[in-house]
């Protein structure tokens, strides 16, 4: 049976996550068939069919799904569900919104966050924010997989050639209704697809500050990152958070400053090849996990690095 | 109106929690527990809107072991009105809490459902939206901040590129962020309050519920350690490592 993933795509450009969840995909058989779903879709179904090892894809282009709300989305899938044995979809807030809904309306226990596929039923995950690994079986008929895109390869963005097909819309439920959104936009690559990530933590002090993290990233090309607690005050917007219950990332480079290393933290960030820690504190746990850890004042050695790096 | 708010008792997440030899699962025998910090996010914003007047009435539902009566006992001293105790093994699922929230919901007819947007053991984050299908009602996940008319709720919610503001009818599902609030702390003459308050006990046979597990755990694993690194210096020593031994800079 074929299996179905959900492009997940925002002003005309696929999420980088999604060719991580066709990866995943392809570890559990062929044909993959991917789902475009959303209002005006433009260039992204052309895009799709460039994706390696995508055969086919559906176009769902009407005003129900603009802005991907979960209460339309769901029966779209359900709809489709009966042809696929597994539906994925990148384990980011649109995959985390839609997918469980549509699972329960399949009577279906999602499983999310898969890292490992084991075999097409069975799949290893992320439990206690990642201090334990369960490797789990499912007995339904049609398996609903969210994908933690760290954990595998983004799959090939050029190189397919599949076939487009339109399908109908399956109408407004008129439950919710999009009214406003305020991105944070910026000229820096994506966290989580990013090479390096620099982050900061409640060590910053203030917001002000952070543009010492930013100025580093500029010359790095990379994105910057932060820690629940450097949210919590306001010195960075909360889609920079890095964690257990904010963004996973592995970079190859990730350099944590001013932050303490807490459980929630690590497990956002562990993965990465390298991990930087600037801390004042010899005794943080963040230098446990770091593989080159300086102890210092980071508001002397972070515009010692910007300068370093000219 | 009557607000509905899951809780769950988990493992405080202070704890290092550690997985059995047996690789059946981690240990949960002598470990602190705790109520999911979303959960007490979630009792405080129906809390709140109780005390703005736009609810009568604040009832916790906790579906686990006997012991998880504490953790609704922990949201009454907080100031919710009574409780509702499911036991089940502490393993249940997602999708069959979600069923038995659902047949609750129907019971009970609450104008909203407050819950955490994940529970920091299986960190699953889908419990509310299954719930909100079941339903067949409106979800608003991940809410940095809600504010209800008697129709509509408006929630600012947490998505990957930043914020977005969604209006959905009530009754409504919402799952709640970090940032929502600030939790109270319960005094002690609420502690002791809490302790009358009532509870009642129900099954999941009597709310015609199969909470038979549709995933089987084949194990539980601990991660692999990173291996320890080097302490630097300088700056200088830093850079120059970062130069020749990880090549990206
Ligand atoms: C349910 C739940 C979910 C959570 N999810 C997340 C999550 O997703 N992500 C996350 O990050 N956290 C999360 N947390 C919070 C987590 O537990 C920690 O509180 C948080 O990570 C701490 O952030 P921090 O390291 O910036 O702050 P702190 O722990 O306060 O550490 C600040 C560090 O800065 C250092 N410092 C201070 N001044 C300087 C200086 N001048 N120079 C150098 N170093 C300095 C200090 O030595 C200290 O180590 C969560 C918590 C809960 C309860
Ligand atoms: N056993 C349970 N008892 C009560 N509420 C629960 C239970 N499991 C999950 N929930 C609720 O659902 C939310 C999300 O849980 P999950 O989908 O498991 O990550 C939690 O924050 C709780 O509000």
């Known amino acids: 049976m074929a299996i179905l993933v959900i492009i997940e795509h925002h002003n005309g450009a696929i999420a980088p996550a999604t060719l991580s969840t066709v990866t995943a995909a392809s570890k559990l058989g062929e044909p993959i068939e991917a789902l475009v779903a959303g209002h005006e879709v433009k260039n992204i179904p052309e895009t799709s069919t460039e994706i390696k090892s995508i055969s086919k894809v559906l176009v769902a282009d009407s005003g129900e799904y603009a802005h991907s709300l979960a209460e339309?989305?769901?029966?779209?899938?359900?709809?489709?569900?009966e042809n696929y044995s597994h539906i994925l979809a990148p384990a980011t807030t649109f995959g985390k919104n839609i997918m469980p809904r549509?699972?329960?309306?399949?009577?279906?226990?999602?499983?999310?966050?898969?890292?490992?596929?084991?075999?097409?039923?069975?799949?290893?995950?992320?439990?206690?924010?990642?201090?334990?690994?369960?490797?789990?079986?499912?007995?339904?008929?049609?398996?609903?997989?969210?994908?933690?895109?760290?954990?595998?390869?983004?799959?090939?963005?050029?190189?397919?050639?599949?076939?487009?097909?339109?399908?109908?819309?399956?109408?407004?439920?008129?439950?919710?209704?999009?009214?406003?959104?305020?991105?944070?936009?910026?000229?820096r690559p994506e966290?989580?697809?990013?090479?390096?990530?620099?982050?900061?933590?409640?060590?910053?002090?203030?917001?002000?500050?952070?543009?010492?993290?930013?100025?580093?990233?500029?010359?790095?090309?990379?994105?910057?990152?932060?820690?629940?607690?450097?949210?919590?005050?306001?010195?960075?917007?909360?889609?920079?958070?890095?964690?257990?219950?904010?963004?996973?990332?592995?970079?190859?480079?990730?350099?944590?400053?001013?932050?303490?290393?807490?459980?929630?933290?690590?497990?956002?960030?562990?993965?990465?090849?390298?991990?930087?820690?600037?801390?004042?504190?010899?005794?943080?746990?963040?230098?446990?996990?770091?593989?080159?850890?300086?102890?210092?004042?980071?508001?002397?050695?972070?515009?010692?690095?910007?300068?370093?790096?000219? | 109106m009557k607000i509905l708010v899951p809780v769950k008792r988990v493992i405080d997440y202070n704890v290092k929690v550690r997985v059995k030899q047996d690789q059946t699962g981690v240990e949960l025998n002598n470990v602190k527990m705790a109520m999911n910090p979303f959960d007490e996010i979630a009792v405080e914003q129906a809390l709140r809107i109780k005390e703005a007047g736009d609810a009568q009435e604040v009832v916790l539902v906790s579906i686990g072991p006997s012991q998880a009566q504490e953790t609704l006992r922990t949201g009454l001293a907080m100031g919710a009105d009574r409780g509702i105790f499911i036991e089940a093994p502490h393993?249940?699922?997602?999708?069959?809490?979600?069923?038995?929230?659902?047949?609750?919901?129907?019971?009970?007819?609450?104008?909203?459902?407050?819950?955490?947007?994940?529970?920091?053991?299986?960190?699953?984050?889908?419990?509310?939206?299954?719930?909100?299908?079941?339903?067949?009602?409106?979800?608003?996940?991940?809410a940095s901040s809600v504010s209800l008319t008697s129709e509509n709720a408006t929630v600012i919610r947490e998505i990957d590129g930043g914020l977005e503001t969604i209006k959905v009818k009530m009754p409504a599902v919402i799952t709640v962020d970090l940032r929502l609030n600030e939790p109270r702390y319960a005094s002690l003459p609420n502690i002791m309050k809490a302790k009358k308050k009532p509870i009642d006990t129900l099954t999941a046979d009597s709310l015609g519920v199969d909470i038979k597990p549709r995933l089987s755990v084949i194990k539980v694993e601990e991660p692999a350690a990173r291996e320890a690194g080097i302490k630097v210096n300088s700056v200088a020593e830093l850079v120059e490592k970062l130069k020749e031994e990880v090549g990206v800079i």
Request: proline share 3%.
């Open chain 2, 91 to 142: 393993e249940t699922e997602s999708l069959s809490v979600a069923k038995l929230l659902a047949n609750v919901a129907k019971k009970e007819n609450p104008g909203l459902i407050i819950c955490g947007k994940q529970a920091i053991d299986d960190d699953n984050n889908q419990t509310g939206q299954m719930m909100s299908a079941i339903l067949g009602w409106s979800q608003a996940t991940f």
């Open chain 1, 191 to 310: 966290l989580t697809s990013a090479g390096i990530v620099v982050s900061g933590g409640r060590g910053m002090q203030d917001k002000s500050h952070f543009s010492m993290l930013e100025n580093v990233a500029d010359k790095l090309g990379a994105a910057v990152g932060a820690s629940r607690a450097a949210v919590d005050a306001g010195f960075a917007p909360n889609d920079y958070q890095v964690g257990q219950t904010g963004k996973v990332v592995a970079p190859e480079l990730y350099m944590a400053i001013g932050i303490s290393g807490a459980i929630q933290h690590l497990a956002g960030m562990k993965d990465s090849k390298v991990i930087v820690a600037i801390n004042k504190d010899e005794e943080a746990p963040i230098f446990q996990v770091a593989d080159y850890g300086l102890v210092a004042d980071l508001f002397e050695a972070v515009p010692e690095l910007n300068s370093k790096l000219e």
């Open chain 1, 72 to 81: 339309n989305l769901a029966p779209l899938i359900v709809q489709l569900a």
């Open chain 1, 102 to 187: 549509a699972a329960a309306l399949l009577d279906v226990m999602q499983i999310s966050d898969i890292v490992e596929v084991v075999s097409p039923d069975t799949f290893k995950r992320p439990i206690y924010a990642g201090n334990a690994f369960a490797t789990v079986q499912s007995m339904d008929r049609i398996k609903l997989i969210t994908v933690r895109s760290t954990a595998f390869e983004a799959s090939e963005a050029s190189g397919g050639s599949a076939v487009i097909e339109k399908i109908s819309g399956t109408g407004n439920l008129g439950l919710s209704e999009f009214k406003s959104s305020e991105l944070s936009g910026s000229e």
